[in-house]
């Protein structure tokens, strides 16, 4: 697969278009509004061709769960269920409905403040392309800008079609005696020899190669979230299949990081940031990473189930989402249903008085006392 510098210089038979929101008055409202419960098209053309970049910026002052509750679909060559299909923010690199900087090559949130919403993922079609958002809120959004450029002209046979799934779970400790990362408190090392129970980034049938995942972890206690090996099945081959070996290496880094870093194919775009870097205040919050298989694609024939594990074998309690990429031919099977608004609703930071809360608890199983929390 050639670069973008690479094939820049080849002459295609093609001809530029863009669908936008621009003022058809020659004015200058250049949105269109998309009230509650509401639909718009931003893209639907005929013929053959490729989707070449997406920009979308919002502003929906009585909604700050906009970017959750704004739900994108795409659509290829005539398929009746949608190709792409996942709330606005999470699709851009947006987690919780925050909006906040984030840098990548295929996709990235731009100033101010990370905005505006950027693709440049290549999406080819045959037949038809038709692009659409959904607002599942209560509240209407009062401006929507964007441009949908494309060019209509041959596509080979060769070309898949770009796909995204939008996922979600909040999971529960699976491996032990069911406590929570047994493995760190003096337990036997817990062993786990399938995907089973492990957090699915995508489960896909067909031929095609999977490209990435933004990765949206919500860490309600101290203990690192990472250690979670990514197992990816191919084709129908039994585990392990391709297994790595902790949350941080399959995403580039290493040792627990809580620190932004942005490389064009991985990164952390989001940290909690711990006072000092101190390990003791641990890692609560959420965590953003990325990564992208620009140049390592995981190519299938047949299928492929990518996952990761929650925690060393599946031992933690993370409200987890993702949004995965990938290319296949068509036909694709259907998603599953897309969780209601109502549960796609971020989950709030851990307070202060939750931690208290949590140390009565464990006093209170051990006697009371002058307890400090090291003991056995």
């Not at 002459?11 to 020659?26: N, V």
């Not at 505006?116 to 038709?130: K, T």
């Amino acid at each position: 697969m050639p670069g973008p510098l690479q094939s820049i210089s080849l002459l295609r038979p093609c001809q530029s278009c863009r669908s936008s929101s621009y003022d058809r008055s020659g004015g200058n409202d250049d949105w269109i509004q998309v009230p509650a419960g509401e639909k718009a098209t931003l893209l639907n053309t005929l013929g053959s061709g490729r989707v070449t970049h997406i920009w979308i910026t919002m502003l929906a002052e009585k909604d700050p769960d906009m970017r959750r509750n704004m739900v994108v679909r795409m659509y290829w060559d005539g398929q009746e269920h949608p190709s792409v299909e996942a709330p606005i923010g999470d699709f851009f690199g947006q987690g919780w409905s925050l909006n906040y900087n984030f840098v990548s090559l295929p996709l990235a949130a731009a100033p101010r403040d990370g905005m505006a919403m950027v693709s440049y993922f290549p999406m080819p079609f045959g037949s038809s392309a038709r692009i659409e958002v959904e607002n599942q809120s209560e509240s209407d959004c009062e401006r929507f800008y964007f441009y949908v450029d494309y060019e209509l002209g041959p596509v080979g046979d060769d070309e898949g079609r770009f796909h995204a799934w939008y996922h979600q779970e909040l999971t529960t400790p699976e491996s032990g005696d069911g406590m929570e990362n047994a493995w760190i408190d003096g337990s036997p090392d817990p062993k786990n020899t399938s995907d089973a129970n492990n957090y699915l980034f995508c489960d896909i049938v067909g031929e095609g190669h999977y490209v990435g995942v933004n990765f949206y972890v919500h860490s309600p206690s101290p203990p690192w979230p990472g250690e979670g090996d990514d197992m990816f099945l191919v084709d129908g081959t039994p585990w392990p299949g391709l297994h790595g070996t902790g949350t941080e290496d399959y995403f580039n880094t290493s040792w627990g990081p809580d620190e932004h870093y942005l490389h064009p194919y991985f990164g952390i775009a989001y940290a909690p940031g711990r006072n000092n870097n101190d390990p003791r205040y641990g890692w609560i919050g959420r965590m953003h990473y990325y990564r992208f298989h620009l140049e390592d694609p995981i190519r299938f024939q047949k299928s492929l189930r990518a996952s990761i594990e929650h925690g060393h074998a599946n031992g933690l309690a993370l409200d987890l989402s993702s949004v995965s990429y990938w290319y296949q031919r068509l036909p694709s099977k259907p998603f599953p249903a897309l969780p209601p608004a109502k549960s796609r609703k971020p989950r709030p930071l851990q307070r202060v008085e939750a931690m208290h809360r949590w140390r009565h608890e464990w006093m209170k199983a051990r006697g009371q006392g002058a307890l400090w929390g090291d003991e056995e």
